[in-house]
């Protein structure tokens, strides 16, 4: 791409997928500071069946310091432990669910849990992965109009206590 002089490719998905934002931000060093509400319409897909197809918009700077980090296996940004969480979360597994949500926090980052397994929690609950969409729908686009960016998704633990967390940092701070 670099060769044709192209050095942003963009793209979707879902921002509850911890898989897909792990590729994205994690392995491949995107970035998003966009929240696109239901794009699809609701029941898109196999996969989106019972939610509205909510999207991050990806950025993938092809010539940043960043997508050369994690090019050659660096760590995409410092991880930031104890940052605040803007949700507060209970349960374990599939049920899981946001108990508070923190939308008046001023750090430098904050950390904002998503769920283990979107699918799990759907099959088993469809209401409760609803009020994960609605709620995260709303921290993110809260923070994102602040200045935030999402730039990496963390797991910490294993096993029914594995927790997947974005990591969102001031545009300032972030490149």
Known sequence: MLALGIDLITWTYDPLEAPNARLNLHTLGGIVHEYKRNIYGENFGALGQGLPSDRFLV?????????????TSREPESI???SPMV?????????????SVDLSL????VRVEIP????????ADLPLALDWRR??????ETYFEWGY?????????EGAEQQN???????????
Do not use: M
């Not at 730039?151 to 910490?156: E, G, I």
């Open 59 to 71: 950025e993938w700077w092809l010539k940043s310091e960043r997508v050369e980090r994690c090019a």
């Open 80 to 82: 930031e432990p104890d």
């Open 87 to 99: 949700n507060r979360c209970r349960g374990a597994g599939a049920a899981r669910r946001i108990e």
């Open 106 to 109: 001023d750090a430098p980052a």
């Open 116 to 123: 283990f397994d979107l699918q799990a929690v759907k099959q």
């Open 135 to 140: 709620k995260t729908r709303n921290i993110f």
């Open 149 to 157: 960016r999402a730039l990496d998704l963390v797991r910490v633990g």
């Open 165 to 175: 967390f974005y990591v969102l940092k001031q545009a300032h701070l972030s490149e």
